[in-house]
Every structure is written in structure tokens, then in C-alpha cells.
């Protein structure tokens, strides 16, 4: 019996401890013990591939999936990490990543180096190392096309609304400008879809993002002249100088023989500034922008909501399903871990002793009053500072079950509490123990009361999966708004995103349903007095 | 079995007077005696610490020949002591079979065909062997009573315990209760009645006892002592 409640109440305290060390340690460690560099090139070229972090929900032209066939990630960075990673001689191995999070998860070892339009600015110098700049692009505004009012130079920006990317340049530079900054976390499709329909005055991206999504829309206008400049580096794990130089010599080697101007060329990108950067010879005049003639094509126009129906959805249901199923997956983990860990805290909290009483309420409360993403961030990012480090997948079953528990012990405890104590009382006049009465009597009709709500819980925790993605996880929704993003496409691909989790969810819906009808018949008060 | 209680005190706390002030009783094998009083008199402290739910602070209690003192923990009695709960407390979410079994089941790992064979005799005994695949749900108020004497008795008590009998069943139902009183008699189970039913009392007892702030007051032959209160 000790020995039992010893166990619940370890059990109970882990995940505190791992709530309230991480702080601390984050506090204490920060300024005085640098972590321990990695050799990043050595590992992939053990590994024989280099795991290369970015976000393809960012979209064109960096890394994004080929709105043809969306089972192909394109991009010139795709093209950039092949050409990078031969040089190192290993094969390269994309990554997904939140944007704003990838250098978080270069320094928790999840990359070995990331390849997304990480801009050369001090502030990313804290939390990564970055290499010589392998592109420089220029700083675009777009405006809506006829727009008298439009802001057309940086001055004329203060108090205007301006879309652009969380992070960068343009941010900075326009929050100087006293513009009212919006920032956008999903794809850079979305910057331009708001200025288009007036949520905003005017857009500040770099060249590449304005020539792929804001040129091409025929409602909007890039403002003449450029404002300012943006160069692209290689981020590379923190104090790793054997990567850094490796990286650094490799692109020197890709400047130098053509590659990587013949790579822009084929893009639209090539530019004076890049030119002047690398140093190197020009494309040549053979190489046109094929790459970027095949995205205005794909993109540019679109589609009828049938003919897309017909010829562009096909190639994304394979996608679609990959991530319902690690949807699912992680949903089923993360429930069952929510029930277990759930049923003990009811217990502990109905029939356990005061301290343990406490140590329930304290979880539960806890848990329950603190947002999901805090604690995924913390048990993915927070625990390594620990020494825990903890993968995507087991993080982010942790992380859901450990918050589900909460809700779930609240469930249980008001089953177990509609059960009548005299059922207790019968049962331990027959000589049940305490133990045996509560899992004979009470659990199997405090169950059919918590039935519902916890097939409810369940459904919710199916979609809070989502949040899975900033553990660079690429699941149901990120494949929605990664597809969206290189499709141009929300609402069609929205539907299509809907029905999947219709189909993840109704079935547990339906089992539950029958579930409950099957114990209802058996499951009724007696009759009293 | 004979059982013996000597000086039973039991105090609830914050409460000014003892719930059960030193009482006594003796209530011979296989005899059925009733306990009688007035709310408040302490029947059903009485029949919480006989049945072991709640601890006492003082006394003995004396079943065939083992002696329990003060501070005997919940459930020490070993299953000697079954009770008939007022509302019955059947598991609603067990068949009537499977209440009678869970018990012999689960607290002495019997075999559930051995289990269940003991439960359909008494089941039988008790005139609802027709009912043993059924749920609470589908029972009269009568039916479950025996299911619930049933399931006591699958325990083999030396000793069993009734909470108001007679108050969850229809009037023309009440005379059935002493004769199943009667038959549980015959198997050498000493019986304990509380209820406030005279009739009952007086039909079905061998003993009657009246208790009266904690103690007994009265006791003796059913004619004897419910002439004496009437």
C-alpha cells in the first residue's frame, strides 16, 4: 500500500518538476554555460545526409511543395541545400520547422544546419551562428493597384497598417517608420490575400516572396526602387566553427563555378546586389527562368473550384492522409496517457489522503490554466536544458496527454462522484477492500457517467493536435497550410482539410455513442425507496 | 453463531452525548431479534459499527466466540457480519448472478463456476433463481431485497444485519419479509432487524430491543415488550 502510494505520488510530481525546473535552470544557465558545441557536418556526414531545417509552409520561392504535385518539395533553397550538400559530400534531407522557430530547433540538435531565408542580423547571431550570406535580396513595397492613398515611400508608412513576415527585417525597419505592423505566421500567401482585400496599406517582403506572390496578382503593384537590403545565411549550430567553415567553404566552391547563379537564373532571382556577393562568373544567357514561368503557371490564375477538384485535390489526398494518420496517432498516444495519468488524479483526489488531495488539485489546476503551447514549448524546448531531450513525436504525446490528464481527472472525479456512497458501503460489507470496491463498483459506473465528456475531450484533443506542428511535426493542419500556401489555395483545400477531420472524429463520435447505449441498458440507478 | 455486544460506545464528533452510550445486547444463534426506537436513538450507529462501516470508541463486540474491541478497523470483521442495506445497494451495472458472485469472487478467489453454483441455490432458496441473468433495473422492490439478502449471505455471515426492511416495499409485500426471515433463521444465521414496523417486529422476532438515547431500555419476548411501548 505504501509502496502504491509512493508511486502515485511520484507520479504526480514529475510533471510538475518538469514544469518548474525548466525555469530555473533557463534562468540560472543562461549567462554564465554556453552549451556544448556540436560538430553538425561531422554528424551528417556520419549519417550520410544532412538534415537541412525550414518551413514549407513559408512557401515560394524558398522551399515549397510543387503546387502540380504536392508530393514534391521545391524551391531555390531546395535546389541551394542538394547543390550545398554535395559539396559536403552527403545526400540532404529537408526538415519541417516552425519559421520563427527553426533556429530555436537548430540548437536543440533537431537540424544540422537551416536552409529558409534566415537573414543575416545580430539578433539570430545569439541563438545560432551564421555562414558567409549566399543571397542578397532587395527590400520590395507592394501596394494595391489604383490605390491613391497608398503609401509609396518608408516615410509615408508611419501609422499605416503593413503586412509582412514575424522576425524580419522589414518588421524592424517598419515598426522604426512608425508603421502599424502586422505580422503573418502562416504562409506569405496570406500577406498579400490582406492587403488585396484592405486589411492592410501595404506589404514590405523581400524580392523573392514579392516577385512570387505579389507580383503575380493582378489587383496589386510593387512600388518602383528598393528599400533596403536583405542577405540570406546558412544557419549553423552555435560555437560549431568545423560546420561553419565547411558550410562557408562550399558556398565559395558553389559561387565560384556557376552554380549558384545558374540556380538563381532558373528561379527569376539573379540580381545585382547577389552578383556583387558572390563574386562569381554570370549564368549564363542559355539559362532562363523556368522555374518561375512554372509557378506563375501553376498559380498565377486560378482555378474553378471543380476543374480543381478534379485535377489538383487528387495529389494531395496522399499528403492529407500522411498527416491524418500522425494526427490520429499522436491523438490516440496522447489520450491514452491522458486517461491513465487522469484516472490516478480522480482517485488520488476523491479517495487519496490530504497531501495527495493536494498534489491533484495542484496538477490539475495547473494544467488546466496554462496554455497547451507553453507547455509543448517547454517539455520540447525547456527540457533539454535539462539534459531530457525528448523527440517531436514522444514530445508532443507527452505534452497533449499531460494537459488532457487534467481534464480528464476532472471528468472521472464527477463520475466517481455520482456513484452513491451506500454502493461503496455495500461493497465493503461484502468484504471488498478499498481498492477492489472502487474497481468493481464504483470506476465501472463512474465510467459510463464520464463516457461522454471524455469522447468529447478526445475530439478536442484531435484538433488541439494541430499544435504538434511547432514541434516540427507536419500533420493535419500543417498540411493544409503548407498545401494552401504553395497552392494558393484556403478555401477549396479547406474543405478538403474539413472532411479529413470529419473523418477522424466522427467514427469516435459514433463508438462512444454505442458504447454509452450498450452500458445505458445495463447502467441505472436502482430504484430507491 | 451467537453475538454479544458489551458496552458499545460510539461518540460522533462535535456531537454533546455518545450516539451509543454503553450498550448491550446478546442475541442468541440463529434467532431474529428486532431493534425498535425512536430516530436519534441510535439504531442506525448501531448497525454502522456492528457492520464494521464505522469504528467504535469503546465496548466489545462478540461474534461466535471472537472478541472485536475498540478501534477495530473497518471491515475487520472479516465478512462474519453481512447487512441488508435499507435502499439494498444492489451494483446496478452487475447482473443479479454476478452480484451474489463478486463478493466469494474477488474478497476469497473462489472459481466462478463454484461462485455462481452457491449463488443460483441461494437465489433458488430465495424464490428468484428466474431472475439471475436480470439487472437491478428490471427488479420489484421485493426482488431485490432477496437479491440483496443473496449477496449477504453468499459470504456465509454468522451474522446478518437489516436497515428498515420493510420501508422500500408495498404494504401487501410486508408479511413476505418474515417469512424470508424465517427461512434465512433455519440455515443458523443470527438475524438483527432495525426497522420501526411493529407488525413486523412483533410477527417476525424471537427478541425485540428498544433503544433509547444510546442504551437499550427494554427487551425481551415481541408480546412482552411491544404491549410494554404500545
Redesign the interface.
Known amino acids: 500500500m505504501l509502496k502504491r502510494r509512493l508511486a502515485v505520488t511520484l507520479l504526480l510530481l514529475l510533471p510538475l518538476l518538469a514544469l518548474v525546473a525548466p525555469g530555473r535552470a533557463l534562468a540560472e544557465e543562461s549567462e554564465t554555460a554556453p552549451a556544448p558545441a556540436r560538430n553538425a557536418v561531422a554528424e551528417a556526414r556520419a549519417r550520410g545526409e544532412l538534415r537541412w531545417g525550414n518551413d514549407s509552409q513559408g512557401g515560394a520561392p524558398y522551399v515549397f511543395q510543387d503546387p502540380m504535385d504536392p508530393n514534391h518539395l521545391i524551391g531555390f533553397e531546395v535546389d541551394f541545400a542538394a547543390a550545398l550538400a554535395k559539396k559536403l559530400g552527403v545526400r540532404a534531407r529537408p526538415v519541417q520547422g516552425q519559421w520563427d522557430g527553426l533556429l530555436e530547433l537548430l540548437a536543440r540538435g533537431d537540424f544540422d544546419v537551416v536552409v529558409n531565408g534566415i537573414e543575416v542580423a545580430e539578433e539570430k547571431k545569439r541563438v545560432a551562428d551564421l555562414s558567409r550570406p549566399y543571397y542578397v535580396a532587395a527590400m520590395r513595397l507592394t501596394v494595391r493597384k489604383g490605390d491613391a492613398g497608398a503609401p509609396r515611400t518608408l516615410e509615408a508608412l508611419r501609422g499605416r497598417k503593413l503586412g509582412t513576415l514575424p522576425g524580419s527585417l522589414a518588421a524592424r525597419l517598419a515598426t522604426r517608420e512608425g508603421a502599424e505592423v502586422k505580422t503573418y505566421d502562416g504562409g506569405q500567401n496570406d500577406i498579400y490575400d490582406d492587403l488585396r482585400i484592405g486589411r492592410t496599406d501595404a506589404v514590405l517582403l523581400d524580392d523573392p516572396i514579392t516577385l512570387y506572390y505579389g507580383a503575380i496578382d493582378p489587383a496589386l503593384e510593387v512600388v518602383d526602387g528598393s528599400f533596403g537590403e536583405v542577405s540570406y545565411a546558412v544557419g549553423v549550430p552555435k560555437g560549431d566553427a568545423e560546420t561553419l567553415a565547411a558550410v562557408n567553404g562550399a558556398i565559395d566552391e558553389l559561387a565560384k563555378d556557376g552554380t549558384l547563379a545558374a540556380l538563381y537564373a532558373r528561379w527569376g532571382l539573379w540580381n545585382e546586389p547577389t552578383e556583387k556577393l558572390l563574386g562569381g562568373p554570370k549564368p549564363p544567357s542559355t539559362v532562363v527562368a523556368e522555374a518561375h514561368d512554372a509557378w506563375r503557371a501553376a498559380v498565377g490564375k486560378p482555378l474553378p473550384f471543380w476543374s480543381r477538384v478534379t485535377t489538383r485535390y487528387p495529389a494531395t489526398l496522399g499528403l492529407f492522409a500522411r498527416g491524418a494518420l500522425l494526427s490520429l496517432v499522436v491523438s490516440v498516444l496522447a489520450m491514452a496517457v491522458a486517461v491513465t495519468l487522469g484516472m490516478a488524479l480522480a482517485l488520488a483526489r476523491v479517495y487519496g489522503p490530504k497531501p495527495l488531495q493536494w498534489l491533484a488539485v495542484g496538477y490539475i489546476e495547473l494544467f488546466r490554466g496554462t496554455p497547451l503551447l507553453v507547455q509543448l514549448t517547454m517539455v520540447y524546448f525547456g527540457l533539454p536544458e535539462l539534459g531530457v531531450t525528448l523527440s517531436p513525436f514522444v514530445a508532443g504525446v507527452i505534452a497533449l496527454g499531460l494537459n488532457y490528464a487534467a481534464a480528464e481527472a476532472e471528468n472521472y472525479r464527477a463520475g466517481l462522484g455520482s456513484v ?1 456512497a ?2 461503496m ?9 478499498k481498492l ?1 470496491s472502487l474497481r ?2 464504483a470506476l ?2 463512474a465510467i ?1 457517467v464520464a463516457l461522454p465528456p471524455t469522447t468529447n475531450d478526445f475530439i478536442a484533443l484531435l484538433k488541439d493536435s494541430s499544435l504538434i506542428s511547432v514541434v516540427t511535426l507536419t500533420e493535419l493542419t500543417k498540411t493544409y497550410t503548407s498545401l494552401a500556401s504553395a497552392m494558393r489555395d484556403h478555401l477549396g483545400l479547406g474543405l478538403v482539410v474539413a472532411l479529413f477531420y470529419l473523418g477522424l472524429s466522427l467514427p469516435f463520435a459514433r463508438l462512444s455513442r454505442s458504447v454509452e447505449e450498450r ?1 445505458g ?9 | 453463531m451467537s453475538i454479544c455486544v458489551t458496552d458499545l460506545v460510539k461518540r460522533h464528533p462535535g456531537a454533546a452525548a455518545p450516539a451509543l452510550a454503553g450498550l448491550c445486547m446478546k442475541v442468541p444463534t440463529g434467532k431474529i431479534a428486532s431493534v425498535l426506537g425512536r430516530s436519534g436513538a441510535g439504531k442506525t450507529t448501531l448497525l454502522r459499527c456492528l457492520s464494521g462501516l464505522d469504528p467504535f470508541d469503546g465496548g466489545t463486540i462478540d461474534v461466535g466466540g471472537v472478541t472485536f474491541g475498540a478501534g477495530a478497523k473497518h471491515g475487520s470483521f472479516g465478512g462474519k457480519i453481512g447487512l441488508v442495506f435499507q435502499s439494498f445497494e444492489l451494483f446496478p451495472h452487475l447482473t443479479v448472478l454476478d452480484n451474489c458472485t463478486l463478493a466469494p469472487r474477488v474478497v476469497r478467489g473462489e472459481a466462478r463456476a463454484r461462485a455462481e453454483a452457491r449463488a443460483k441455490e441461494l437465489l433458488a432458496e430465495l424464490g428468484i433463481e428466474d431472475k439471475a441473468k436480470a439487472y437491478p433495473e428490471a427488479l420489484s422492490g421485493g426482488q431485490k431485497q432477496r437479491v440483496a439478502i443473496a449477496r449477504a449471505l453468499a459470504m456465509e455471515p454468522s451474522v446478518l444485519l437489516y436497515d428498515e426492511p420493510t420501508s422500500a416495499l408495498d404494504p401487501a409485500l410486508k408479511h413476505e419479509v418474515g417469512r424470508t426471515l424465517r427461512r434465512v433463521a433455519g440455515t443458523g444465521v443470527t438475524q438483527i432487524v432495525v426497522t420501526h414496523d411493529l407488525p413486523v417486529a412483533r410477527e417476525a422476532s424471537d427478541l425485540v430491543f428498544v433503544l433509547d438515547k444510546g442504551r437499550v431500555a427494554a427487551f425481551g419476548r415481541p408480546d412482552e415488550v411491544i404491549a410494554e411501548a404500545a
Open positions: 452513491p451506500g454502493q458501503d455495500a461493497a465493503r460489507t461484502l468484504g471488498l477492500s477492489a468493481h463498483v465501472p459506473q459510463r452500458l441498458s445495463k447502467v441505472r440507478r436502482p430504484a430507491s425507496a
